[in-house]
């Protein structure tokens, strides 16, 4: 193999030829599809006429090609790995192609391919390539008519996307359908299912009246667990409707739910695909996480429509251009239809974490980076997550009346059209008036951020003086870094009055709260009119990507804990005074000192579990402890078995003190309501089993006799698989693994089910899981062809497992080694996500990172596949 090539930004050229219209007929058969292309294709209009014409084409078999009719001589045009070339073609002609595909032995799942039976198609980023020859790329828009014609029995259902205008039998038992798509759309948006499906179907009309028929495909033993998505879907197409002024236009829309798949979705023109984990819910058998999650998702395809699919983006590199707005579009959605700041805490703690992670790691890049080996390697949670916090600054730069016409103004301007993230953007600054050139670097400069804070009060003059300096840390290929536009939200509150103090900044009087624009290395603030002590709440609600340092001392975070106004600060104050606590004790764990609890923190939690309130949700997050992955990133140096003591300690000690506080707030929080995923019940539900958890740690007795009771909760897979993990991963065997039998034995039929029962196991704590995730692997029920149980298992044991994957012996490392061995060659996609833990050597002492840039070495041997080679390049650069 020869090395992979990079492709970069500044070599953007239009495609010599474009396609305008697109016919397509699929023979399918599960080894030897037949795929009969006829391609309206033309010169582009800014490209130079007597180029020749190139198109992608990957693992095809060429039967026949003729240009305008005419076969073409073996001399006329060549094939070679990665397309067709034919040295000269007219101005304007038809191509037709013939070529013999291999669905079945697809393990990559790009392209087209056989899951549990049933044909679909990926073709996001570059998967069309593996369907026929194209110009595989976003900015060639065709519309699409596709007959698909296959076994009456095998495929009795045959959809792509548009609107079905044709359908007959065929001889030899066959029949056909034929799809028309009238929205001119990039071959990434194109689907196709065929199978033994069953729909449920429902309505929708738009806001201008029109009728949408709503179907969701699923296999026949699924259908009970569609109600959920369906509901979602319909609030999304309102939402969409009442908050962007967006409305559906075609007359159905499709869900497809799929076993076998990368990712989460996609958001193919008017069929989306899912993953079944991202689709089907049923009380008894999804968490009320995963009736979220699913909300979310449905939403973030729906948007897509518009967001994505009506304006996409001009290359690969403007990724975030569709990605980073919708993500934002369903974190406004869900903030919407839930609780506002629970949301926002959620996202932002797993900002924080993996993010955040991501910008200090070797994989670090910017949310539109300059170049690329392996696309697919870039659906990353800088383009997604990150690209989702800017929009949401330029939402905050602009106030949302502004940004909705901006948001209007990008609509209208480029619909039908591929475009790129300064289009975007110009956009908002066209609306607004905003100079928006500096703010563009969010774009192009990669890592987080760092400020620092520092404030002093002046009691002569009654002033309050805030100094913020600004500096971002160097990241791989970017050593210079220039100043940023953040935005700094921020109040001062009164240390007498515990309220947000009126705000004069340079003589302008500015209520309550405001913007500080920060943009340059330095800058201070000076508030005037301020007549006692402040103590300042600084970035609320998150409102820049960044690391803020400021040098809050424990009281005047237990404080702010009780006081501020921003509920999203009140959460990172208590999230600040518990890591306080943690840093002494991991330091402690790391000096072989005795550990004692900061009293502080256990006056916190005493009046959280204590005080009354109503909004219970924001409680349970209160109350819910740093993750140990959050934790490792707060620290210079990850020592994973001192900050899992650390954590251990700190959960125990709150365990201990406030042991009646604990079991009255589980007991308060109990239901005997049926379960409906509602807000409120989730809340309850969170609060009890977060209890429930604390009373675990310390293995109390009336604790464990509830875990063993909750085990059994009819109807509601929350409160079940709450009570397993906790009980799994204490030291009461005795109970857990009968609970852990009758629980693999009840659902071994259901996939879904059976991948939780995997994660409950390997994210045990205790030394010998390791035995256990071997063991797993051999399961029946296990595959490493299906990408949902490689992340329920090794997945799963790699990111949440962090003691036992960071083994001293090195034993973790090799197993995950192994695992992204295998998959390069079986799904480099997914291999290429799941080495992850392994490129975050650096973070590690001396010991590990040797033994992890060991394991990246025996990979570097193998032969790779361009997606593992370059995740392993930029690893060990
Ligand atoms: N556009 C989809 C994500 C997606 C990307 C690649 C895929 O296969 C390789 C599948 C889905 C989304 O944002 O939901
Ligand atoms: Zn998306």
Not at 240 to 251: K, N, P
């Amino acid at each position: 193999m020869s090395e992979p090539q990079a492709t970069h930004l500044k070599d953007y050229l239009p495609p010599a030829y474009r396609v305008t219209h697109t016919e397509l007929k699929f023979d399918l058969a599960p080894s030897a599809t037949t795929v009969t292309a006829r391609l309206h294709v033309e010169r582009h209009p800014e490209r130079e006429a007597g180029l020749p014409l190139r198109f992608a084409g990957d693992k095809l078999s060429l039967v026949r090609i003729a240009v305008d009719g005419q076969t073409l001589e073996a001399d006329e045009y060549e094939v070679d790995d990665e397309g067709l070339t034919i040295p000269s073609v007219p101005e304007r002609f038809l191509l037709d192609t013939e070529v013999s595909i291999d669905p079945a032995a697809n393990t990559a799942l790009e392209g087209l391919y056989v899951s549990s039976g049933m044909f679909c198609t990926q073709c996001e980023p570059q998967g069309f390539r593996r369907i026929t020859f194209y110009p595989d790329r976003p900015d060639v828009m065709a519309t699409f008519s596709t007959t698909v014609v296959g076994d009456k029995t095998e495929a009795p259902v045959l959809l792509s996307n548009g609107n079905p205008v044709e359908s007959g039998e065929l001889p030899g038992g066959r029949h056909f359908v034929t799809w028309e798509d009238p929205h001119p759309k990039p071959s990434y948006l194109f689907a196709l299912v065929a199978g033994k499906l069953e729909k449920v179907e429902d309505r929708f009309t738009t806001m201008s009246g029109r009728d949408v028929t709503l179907q969701i495909w699923v296999e026949p033993e699924n259908l009970d667990k569609t109600d959920h998505a369906m509901a979602s879907l319909k609030r999304a197409m309102r939402w969409d409707e009442e908050t962007y002024g967006r409305e559906y236009d075609l007359d159905r829309f499709m869900i497809v739910a799929v076993n076998d798949f990368n990712m989460g979705a996609m958001e193919n023109k008017g069929l989306n695909i899912f993953n079944s984990a991202a689709v089907l819910t049923h009380p008894q058998t999804a968490t009320d996480a995963a009736f979220q999650s699913v909300e979310g998702i449905v939403a973030h395809e729906y948007f897509h429509n518009w967001s994505g699919n009506r304006v996409t983006c001009r290359d690969w590199f403007q990724l975030s251009l569709k990605e980073g707005f919708t993500v934002f579009r369903d974190q406004s959605f869900s903030a919407d239809i839930n609780s506002a700041p629970v949301k926002r805490i959620e996202d932002v703690s797993f900002f924080r974490t993996a993010q955040f992670a991501e910008d200090a790691g070797p994989t670090a890049h910017p949310v539109r980076p300059d170049h690329y080996i392996e696309i697919s390697n870039f659906y990353t949670l800088t383009i997604y997550e990150k690209g989702a916090e800017i929009v949401r600054m330029l939402r905050h730069l602009l106030g949302w009346e502004t940004f909705r016409q901006g948001s209007d103004l990008y609509f209208a301007r480029f619909d039908g059209q591929a475009v790129t993230i300064e289009d975007f953007v110009d956009c908002m600054a066209e609306v607004s008036g905003l100079d928006l050139s500096q703010f563009m670097r969010w774009y192009s400069q990669a890592g987080t951020p760092e400020i620092d804070a520092h404030g002093e009060y002046d009691y002569a003059k009654c002033e309050y003086h805030l100094r913020l300096s600004q500096r971002t840390p160097p990241t791989p290929g970017q050593a210079e870094k220039q100043p940023l536009h953040i935005p700094v939200r921020m109040g001062l509150v009164g240390t007498k009055s515990g309220n947000d103090m009126a705000l004069t900044l340079d003589g302008e009087s500015l209520g309550h709260e405001t913007v500080l624009h920060l943009r340059d290395t330095e800058q201070t603030y000076v508030f005037t009119g301020i007549d006692e002590a402040p103590t300042p709440s600084l970035l609320r609600g998150f409102s820049a990507p960044v690391y803020l340092r400021y040098p809050y001392s424990r009281e005047e975070l237990s404080f702010l804990l009780t006081h501020d106004a921003d509920d999203f600060n009140r959460w990172d104050a208590g999230q600040r005074l518990t890591m306080l606590a943690l840093d002494d004790l991991i330091a402690a764990h790391r000096n072989g000192v005795e550990k004692v609890m900061d009293s502080r923190v256990i006056d916190a939690y005493r009046r959280l579990l204590t005080t009354e309130t109503d909004d219970k949700a924001v409680l349970a997050e209160m109350l819910t402890l740093p993750s140990e992955a959050y934790i490792a990133e707060q620290q210079p140096m990850v020592d994973v078995d001192a900050i899992h003591a650390a954590r251990v300690f700190v959960k125990q000690s709150l365990a201990t003190a406030l042991r009646d506080e604990f079991l009255a707030m589980h007991e308060a929080h109990r239901s005997d309501e049926p379960y409906a995923p509602e807000p409120d019940q989730i809340a309850r539900r969170r609060v009890k089993n977060v209890a429930l958890e604390y009373l675990m740690s310390i293995e109390d007795e009336e604790g464990v006799a509830l875990a063993e009771a909750q085990v059994d909760a009819e109807d509601n897979m929350t409160d079940v698989r709450a009570a397993l993990t906790m009980l799994v991963h204490s030291s009461r065997s005795d109970i857990a693994e009968p609970a852990l039998k009758a629980f693999g034995e009840k659902w071994a039929h259901d996939p879904l089910v059976m991948n939780q029962w995997f994660t409950i196991q390997v994210t045990r704590p205790q030394e010998d899981v390791l035995e256990r995730v071997k063991y797993l692997m051999a399961h029946p029920l296990f595959s490493l062809k299906n990408p949902n149980k490689v992340r329920a298992l090794i997945g799963a044991f790699a990111a949440q497992n962090r003691v036992n994957f960071h083994r001293l012996d090195g034993e973790g490392y090799r197993l995950l080694a192994d695992v992204v061995i295998e998959l390069n060659r079986l799904n480099p996609e997914i291999a290429a996500r799941i080495i992850t833990p392994l490129t975050r050597w650096q973070r590690f002492d001396e010991q590990r990172q040797a033994l992890m840039k060991a394991e990246l070495e025996r990979i570097r041997a193998e032969e790779l596949s361009p997606n593992v080679f370059e995740m392993v390049e930029r690893a060990l650069a």
